[in-house]
């Protein structure tokens, strides 16, 4: 069973925008107590109102740093989030869309589990990122506000 205390720790002092625990102290119990290392997603920035900020694979990669080990990213694009969603919602893959930012994570866990995407260029991706990937969201919109004709559309 993995020490809880290791996590809560290390996000309550995320969330203060403070991560006080040293590095040998983490590395000890991390490995010491066979602690598991799950983070929700690999995204390394997010948008806020004043800019990009470090989001959790930026906290991830810090702590993989420390450690030695490398986390199970839970979330997105891991596709067993998007499965267990539909599962729960009670709907197919052929009747959703995933809407996200980031062709990386967003529009790639929307490709790998049969959804359709939209890329919303109001945050991290840009229509220039694109061209960096080998595969395209089914649609591309300036703001989420454009998504209603999309789906009306469809």
Same mark, same amino acid.
């Given at each position: 069973?993995?020490?809880? /205390? ?8 995320? !969330?203060?925008? &403070?991560?006080?625990? +040293?590095?040998? +102290?983490? !590395?000890? /119990? $991390? +490995?010491?107590?066979?602690?598991? =290392?799950? *983070?929700?997603?690999?995204? $390394?920035?997010?948008?806020? @109102? ?9 906290? $991830?990669?810090?702590?993989?740093? *420390?450690?030695? /080990?490398?986390?199970? =990213? ?5 596709? =067993? ?5 539909? @599962?729960?919602?009670?709907?197919? *893959? ?17 490709? @790998? ?18 061209? /960096? =990937?080998?595969? !395209?969201?089914?649609?591309?919109? @300036? !703001? ?5 004709? &999309?789906?009306?559309?469809?």
């Amino acid at each position: 069973m993995p020490d809880n /205390r290791i996590c809560s720790r290390v996000l309550s002092c995320w !969330r203060h925008k &403070i991560i006080p625990l +040293r590095a040998d +102290r983490l !590395r000890r /119990r $991390a +490995r010491g107590k066979g602690a598991w =290392f799950l *983070a929700t997603n690999p995204d $390394a920035t997010g948008p806020t @109102e004043r800019g990009f900020h470090p989001a959790c694979g930026a906290v $991830a990669a810090l702590i993989e740093k *420390a450690t030695g /080990r490398h986390p199970y =990213f839970v979330g997105k694009p891991n596709p =067993f989030m998007m499965r267990s969603a539909l @599962e729960r919602l009670g709907v197919g *893959a052929a009747d959703t869309i995933m809407v996200g930012d980031r062709m990386d994570t967003d529009v790639v866990a929307g490709l @790998e589990s049969g959804l359709k995407t939209a890329l919303v260029l109001t945050g991290v991706s840009t229509r220039a990122d694109m061209e /960096r =990937f080998p595969f !395209r969201p089914d649609h591309v919109i @300036e !703001r989420l506000a454009d998504l209603g004709d &999309i789906l009306m559309k469809e």
